[in-house]
């Protein structure tokens, strides 16, 4: 295939972004690598068809977790394939905050203030809501459309949340948005997945001068002189090479991001020197800083309501499977949670601190689970609440599990190192009991299913958390930026320090955790990136 002026490697989130962004420049020769496949499974288009590829190894990376004290052994699933977790997520839509970037400008990186930022989400989105906050963006390649669940649970829902203190938005991702509003979604207008891939890839790949190879895992980037010009890969059980005449730019992913550098010899020495790896570039901060958010949730019956767990289960799931595939719409269209709620419990107006949801639906509970194993869909009528901590303080790590391209790397969360993060999941749990027990919920919700109402002290609560809380799958930090190549692995325009020719652009980059789920953040750092790519191009 010759050589290419720019190689990504990984067609996540922020990697299509990137591919679309260089290759509008006819000038521009890209290639696009990703290790997994196409993604051209109905399973994937049809929002709905998420429940059925969860954990499956054609859709998700899986990763070992180093053992967490009290809590059972785990592992970490991201999405693989064209799209990456976009292609294989919830769907959820958050952009973050302003603080968040303003905080990453104010550690020296001024290329990444809010400014910026909302000028990234203008560019990608088509969001076409009249109510729209006036930053968002439309005509963009990216469609988000909100949730059109109704029903007069959903109103008991937002009642509720309005007798606890959290008002009503028409737009849940206005800048500083704090209180309660309809989910928006990473789905377009005619009812299917807007993975990244969809979004921005898909229509532009008959390009002549973009390149797509899948199935092509990346051993390592050459390193020549100090600088990247090549990388090697396998694909289909041989050795190729591509070479990169202006730059490679790694998006794969909070853990892959990091591995790829280490097995390049870009990483903590004498990490990479227990592995045989020899050393292009000593950084020590490659694979550090791991942050993740911390999930939970609390089911209960639910009453004189039917609930949407019967729209998947028996005749009515293969009645709405038929209707999705013939007209694009019904309950196949949107999956997770309607109502979404910002909470800003630090007391910082204008910056949550604690994303939740709540929906008219319930999985099974774990016990159930483990003594008869089956659908994880509840046959009986269920309400769920859930929550993520969006500013955890402990840290994490990855690391290579060896020096084989193959062995996937190890992570190690340091779930609740800080004992701040154990509070805050208390917080947030007790958060989620009085929203459910709000007067305005009283007809409908009924007994706790999970984890039990028999749990009443702080001392139990936390005890029941600590195995039942769960990672995020909003990963960040594993190749920051930053001004000191002690203390990060790349500069405020993303280029590996000591490293010429090579950026990461992913949301292993991030200093800081943003405020909100990732993806929308991923995509939005893809189209900032580009930008800054662009204005240096030699």
């Not at 890209?30 to 054609?58: C, H, W, Y």
């Not at 990473?186 to 921005?200: L, W």
């Not at 999985?363 to 089956?374: C, I, S, W």
């Not at 702080?458 to 799958?473: F, K, S, W």
Request: aromatic fraction near 8%; glycine fraction near 12%; proline fraction near 7%.
């Amino acid at each position: 295939m010759g050589d290419f002026d720019y190689i990504v490697v990984g067609a996540g989130s922020a990697g299509c972004v990137l591919a679309r962004r260089l290759s509008d420049d006819p000038s521009n020769r890209v290639l696009l690598v990703e290790a997994g496949g196409t993604n051209q499974s109905m399973l994937v288009k049809m929002p709905a068809g998420f429940a059925r590829i969860m954990g499956r190894p054609d859709y998700y990376w899986s990763f070992p977790v180093a053992p967490q004290p009290g809590r059972r052994s785990e592992r970490i699933s991201y999405g693989r394939g064209l799209g990456g977790s976009s292609a294989a997520n919830g769907m959820w839509y958050l952009r973050g905050h302003p603080r968040d970037f303003d905080g990453w400008r104010a550690m020296g990186l001024p290329s990444w203030g809010w400014e910026a930022i909302a000028k990234a989400y203008r560019q990608i989105e088509d969001y076409g809501d009249p109510r729209a906050d006036a930053s968002r963006g439309q005509g963009g390649p990216l469609q988000v459309t909100g949730s059109t669940y109704r029903s007069e649970v959903f109103d008991a829902i937002v009642a509720a949340c309005q007798q606890v203190g959290l008002p009503w938005t028409d737009d849940i991702n206005a800048p500083g948005a704090e209180g309660v509003g309809r989910t928006q979604y990473t789905v377009d207008r005619s009812g299917q997945r807007a993975s990244a891939y969809e979004a921005f890839v898909a229509p532009v790949r008959t390009r002549p001068n973009l390149a797509i190879v899948t199935d092509c895992e990346v051993r390592r980037i050459v390193i020549d002189g100090g600088r990247a010009v090549a990388i090697e890969c396998e694909r289909g059980g041989a050795t190729v090479r591509y070479g990169a005449r202006r730059e490679v730019v790694v998006s794969a992913g909070v853990c892959k991001s990091p591995q790829l550098l280490m097995l390049s010899g870009i990483g903590p020495g004498a990490h990479l020197s227990q592995h045989g790896i020899p050393v292009q570039r000593d950084l020590p901060a490659v694979g550090e800083n791991w942050c993740d958010h911390q999930k939970l949730g609390i089911s209960y019956d639910l009453h004189n309501h039917p609930g949407i767990n019967r729209e998947f289960i028996g005749w009515r799931l293969y009645r709405n499977a038929l209707r999705y595939l013939l007209t694009g719409t019904g309950p196949m269209t949107r999956v997770g949670m309607p109502v979404t709620m910002l909470v800003s419990g630090e007391g910082e107006a204008g910056w949550p601190d604690m994303q939740l949801g709540a929906t008219p639906f319930a999985m099974r509970t774990v016990k159930e689970m483990a003594a008869h194993p089956g659908s994880p869909i509840s046959g009986k009528p269920g309400i769920t609440f859930a929550g993520f901590h969006l500013r955890p303080k402990g840290r994490g790590t990855v690391r290579l599990g060896s020096g084989d391209f193959r062995d996937p790397p190890r992570v190690d969360p340091r779930f609740w190192s800080d004992e701040a993060d154990q509070r805050k999941a208390l917080e947030m749990f007790h958060m989620l009991r009085r929203i459910a027990r709000a007067g305005a919920l009283s007809r409908y919700v009924g007994a706790e299913r999970q984890p039990s109402a028999g749990l009443q002290s702080d001392h139990e609560i936390i005890d029941a958390l600590r195995d039942l809380t769960d990672p995020g799958l909003h990963g960040t930090g594993t190749c920051s930026m930053g001004t000191d190549p002690a203390r990060s692995v790349v500069d405020d325009a993303c280029r590996v320090h000591g490293v010429a020719g090579l950026r990461v652009v992913d949301c292993s980059i991030m200093p800081a955790p943003v405020s909100s789920g990732t993806n929308g953040p991923a995509m939005a750092i893809g189209q900032r990136a580009s930008e800054l790519i662009l204005s240096t191009r030699q």
